[in-house]
Structure formats: C-alpha cells, structure tokens
T-cell receptor, first 116, second 111 residues
Framework: DTAVSQTPKYLVTQMGNDKSIKCEQNLGHDTMYWYKQDSKKFLKIMFSYNNKELIINETVPNRFSPKSPDKAHLNLHINSLELGDSAVYFC???????????????FGPGTRLTVL | GDSVTQMEGPVTLSEEAFLTINCTYTATGYPSLFWYVQYPGEGLQLLLKATKADDKGSNKGFEATYRKETTSFHLEKGSVQVSDSAVYFCALRERGQNFVFGPGTRLSVLP
C-alpha cells in the first residue's frame, strides 16, 4: 500500500491557468506538508497543516492555497500559473508530537509541474 | 534560525570507493538529525536518523554519528555501489518545529 500518494505525477499547462494537485496519506498522521523542489534539487517548504493550524511560508505567493477536506488529504491549488512555478511538488506527512522531534516525514512521489 | 549546510556536489566516485558527505548544522536547541535519499524520479525517503548526541544511525551500509561538539552529522559508507547514485539530504528537526533540509548533495557512482 502506498503511504503518501499524489496525483497527477506529471502536469503540463499554460500560463494563467488554474490547477490542483491532490495528496492523500493512509498513515493516520496528523500533519501534512507541501514542498517545492527546484531544478537544483533545493527543497523549500510551502505549507504545513494539521487539524489545528495552517502554517504558511511567508515567501509563498497567495496564488498557492492548500485545501484539506479531511485529515488524510491536503490538496494544493494554484491560481494564475506562472513560468516560475515549474518545479516538482512534494507532499509529505508526519505524526507530530509537541514533545518529540524524532518522527520522520514520509514523502509522496512528487508531481512535476511544467508551465508553458 | 536553524540551518543545515552540506558539502557541495556533485560527488563522483568509483564503485567500492569510500563515501563521506559532510553535514553541519546550526540549531537553538537539541534537534533530531536525519539523512534522506532521493533516487532519480522519486520522492525522498528516510535513510537514517539520530535523536540525541553520540547516537549513531545506520542503514543499508550507511552510517552517521550525531556530534554535538562539532554540530555535525556526516554520512559515510565503506563501499559504494552504482545503485547508491542519488541525491542525499541532511535535515534537522527541533521539538515542535518543521524540518529544515540542507541543499542536497548529488552522488554519482561509476562502474
């Protein structure tokens, strides 16, 4: 069984379009994340979300918005796509305990977004 | 804020060579430390971790020791294989905080 899944795996679209990437985890984790990985493999956290709090990286444009219909899903919606949005987007999840730091994050396989 | 620094890649080795990828960190508290590996076309997966000073994490022949005095968590393997070619990320996490990842180090192992 896939722990963290994302759809689609590849997404090619035109500038100005609106698109969504879906993420689901079946691990029962309470926190989910979205990361952007650029062409040099640098990972940038975009959002972290649990049932209590959404934390937004302040450098993320407000064209990006996470939507969580339930604890197992965190979708990423992107409005008015730009060329610079082309990247690989990773969803991840973890079980967060405020008193611990050792719980790992589990990553999805990634969605390669290409904006033309 | 917290940060992770890794040696710049790419690192190119011959099969069976010894591997070291340096990682140093800056943290305000006592973080857990991680190494993640990303194979081509895949997501990141945990390779090993250590949660306190002097702990050694190990997996698949890779090892790293949490050195608080030098704020380091260097990744080592005695004999690399072509299948180890990937991007390796060092990361830390403090209690109640998000992960902080290093920039990644690309490893290429030639037959």
């Amino acid at each position: 069984d896939t722990a963290v899944s994302q759809t689609p795996k590849y997404l090619v679209t035109q500038m100005g379009n609106d698109k969504s990437i879906k993420c689901e985890q079946n691990l029962g984790h309470d926190t989910m994340y979205w990361y952007k990985q650029d062409s040099k493999k640098f990972l940038k956290i975009m959002f972290s979300y649990n049932n209590k709090e959404l934390i937004i990286n302040e450098t993320v444009p407000n064209r990006f918005s996470p939507k969580s219909p339930d604890k197992a899903h965190l979708n990423l919606h992107i409005n008015s796509l730009e060329l610079g949005d082309s990247a690989v987007y990773f969803c991840a999840s973890s079980q967060d305990l405020p008193s611990a730091s050792g719980n790992e994050q589990f990553f999805g396989p990634g969605t390669r977004l290409t904006v033309l | 804020g917290d940060s992770v620094t890794q040696m710049e890649g790419p690192v190119t080795l011959s099969e069976e060579a010894f591997l070291t990828i340096n990682c140093t960190y800056t943290a305000t508290g006592y973080p857990s430390l991680f190494w993640y590996v990303q194979y081509p076309g895949e997501g990141l997966q945990l390779l090993l971790k250590a949660t306190k000073a002097d702990d050694k994490g190990s997996n698949k022949g890779f090892e790293a020791t949490y050195r608080k005095e030098t704020t380091s968590f260097h990744l080592e393997k005695g004999s690399v294989q072509v299948s180890d070619s990937a991007v390796y990320f060092c990361a830390l996490r403090e209690r109640g905080q998000n992960f902080v990842f290093g920039p990644g180090t690309r490893l290429s192992v030639l037959p």
